[in-house]
């Protein structure tokens, strides 16, 4: 026991090592996070599409009691002999709750297996390549899809910083002083994957899908670009972490109504951060490829889009890689805009002061809310707007957003100036 | 040829710049799923739904009282009110049947019928459940009113052949239904 502790402290000494481990975790954890929010986000979209449009929704799906052969086969309702066998009588209340909660049948769990059952059937089905694609591309493409969202989260951050005996532990996977400027980088290299897709396909439908997501990601990609730069002029850092410790300090950037520096000056900022808000919100909108900006696979038009010629897991990567990059999109607008990891009202320092892993834990409990509330938000959207015609997209991209966001940005930088 | 001038909407500035159509649009969608969520969907009574949306929950909740009047289910052989068998075997319905479920083997009039005067009755007489497409066409032609569509739509064969009704079936399935067939009666 002895040289154990021995050895993990020598090794927890040398400085690579410490840094690769915790890196190591971090990454599981990240890479965990996001794949359980794709799964659970797919949930979410069938859930509240179904409880928006006066359905239930896919509620059925559950842990089968009739795989338990003590209590009966489905047809003997094991609900019965669960309550005879502790004694309940059926008018009992506890039998009525039962019943309403369906557990009569299964344990329904709210539907929440349903996306694990909808993956299974993905993996299951036949896999068909037609014969005239452009085979390397074609297997390529939906790696490019799902790939660039996974990488794009590492500059993230999901808490603060640890103080261990080894060293500080900075609770983002990597802590680059580029970390906006990294999304958008890395999630811009996904058109490769749409555009390789659409064209390896080599049918019609396909390809006018890849062209059209290629105009469309590129288009918003500037207008996103130039909506945070007024963000950037008030933070002054492009370091992920060190933004979200600002607004952990200062007060959200939505929300200013805690920490020093309150002024006329943060309400006049409001004015060119609402607008830069709903500019960037709509862009990650147009770059995940959501609803209303789902031109590059809208049915009506172009059949499936770029994804006409997949199926099976291909399909299934192509799905995953949009949810995806709509959990990415989430946690940028979540980080910039809405304070990250911060719990708020300045609880931050308080928890910190009283114990760090206790005040990491919140922070993340804290960003995965708020990850869970944008999504939910997403969804919200995607339906309750009709889709834009392609010419009503490039318009708004580069007649309106363009024009509002170079506006913004000498908006902020006259606030900054002339008030203070 | 003429031209014709659509008059398009004019939209006023709050409109093209869309935001309150926005806040619009998400508050009549977000009520609709607060008032899911929350068990209380309008119209859940009509369906006897669980209200979570105005769905009926199929294996819990059954179209069976609710069905209209004029619902077609499966098609089915009815007895006269006097007993007798109605069909007379003439086949019109086998003919009309667009989907060719219906086959009828004409044969004698059994000996201990109440009514002997028509010349036929089946001898066998099935419909293949499975190529049935309930459009009502043999009860429309029948000149005996003695093919009627049940409201029945539950029908789960196992195997082809069981997808396939037999005379006693139908016969069990229509009964019997009331107003006299004239036709075949001593008063004629």
Redesign the interface.
Known sequence: METIIKWWDELMSNEIWFYSLTTVAKLVLMFAVILAFVVISVWIERR?A???????GP?RAGLPLFLLKRFGSKQQQPLKSWLQFFGVPETCWIAKLCKWLRFDREIPLLGLIQPCLDGGKLFLKQETTPDYVRRLYFIAAPMLVLGPPLVAAAVVPFSSHVDTCYGAIQMCVANLNIGPLWIFAISGLSVYGLTLAGWSSNSKFPFIGGLRATAQLISYEVAMGLAIIPLLMIFGTLNLQDIVQYQADNGWTLLPVWGEGLGIERWLLMLPLLISF?VFVTCVFAEANRTPFDMAECETDLVGGYHTEYSSMKFASFFMGEYAAMVIGSAVVVTLFLGGWSVGFGADAALAAYCDWLAVLCQFIAFLVKLLAFIFFFV??R???PRFRWDQVMKLGWLVFLEVTVANIFLTAAILYFVK | MSYIHIKRPKFSILDKIYVVELVKGLALTFKHLALSVCHKSRGRDDFNSHGIGVCMEFPETRWDERLPEYYRGAPTLVHGEDGRERCVSCQLCEFICPARAIRVVPGAVSPDSTCQKQEKAPAEFEIDMLRCIYCGMCQEVCPEQAIFLSKEYLITPTDRSQAVRNKETLYRLGGTRKGLVNKWNEHK
Not at chain 1, 50 to 56: M, S, T
């Open positions: 509240v179904g409880w928006i449009q006066d359905r239930p509620n709903v919200w959207v339906w309750t707007l």
